[in-house]
């Protein structure tokens, strides 16, 4: 059983960065390649980023390549999310995920409760 914890969301303007956090407990985030995916109102949830278990792989959504950085420290068992040139497209709830890699990320059982970011033009 693994509980996952996003955290960082907020209202920012366009153009402007936040950074989210997704924090573990129960088992360590080391076990696990990480994704982060999002929903917007009246949309199915879409993936957005992901990272392999080493650090040494990782994989976005073409809309975010170049503007988000997914990052992971094992030792604080906590996966980021820095999203920097933000646009009002990119508002949603997003949510952490535990899951695998195999050429790809693929998600697995486990998500958090979500954090909500807001972008305002």
């Known amino acids: 059983q693994v509980q996952l914890v996003e955290s960082g969301g907020g209202l920012v303007q366009a153009g402007g960065s936040l950074r989210l956090s997704c924090a573990a407990a129960?088992?360590?985030?080391?076990?696990?390649?990480m994704g982060w995916f999002r929903q917007a109102p009246g949309k199915e949830r879409e993936f957005v980023a992901a990272?392999?278990?080493?650090?040494?792989?990782?994989s976005y959504a073409y809309a975010v390549k170049g503007r988000f950085t997914i990052s992971r420290d094992n030792a604080k068992n906590t996966v980021y999310l820095q999203m920097n040139t933000l646009k009002p497209d990119d508002t949603a709830v997003y949510y952490c995920?535990?899951?695998?890699?195999?050429?790809?990320?693929?998600?697995?059982?486990?998500w958090g409760q979500g954090t909500q970011v807001t972008v305002s033009s």
């Open positions: 995920n535990t899951g695998a890699w195999r050429g790809s990320y693929v998600s697995g059982d486990y």
């Open positions: 129960g088992r360590t985030v080391s076990s696990y390649s």
């Open positions: 990272i392999s278990r080493s650090g040494g792989s990782t």
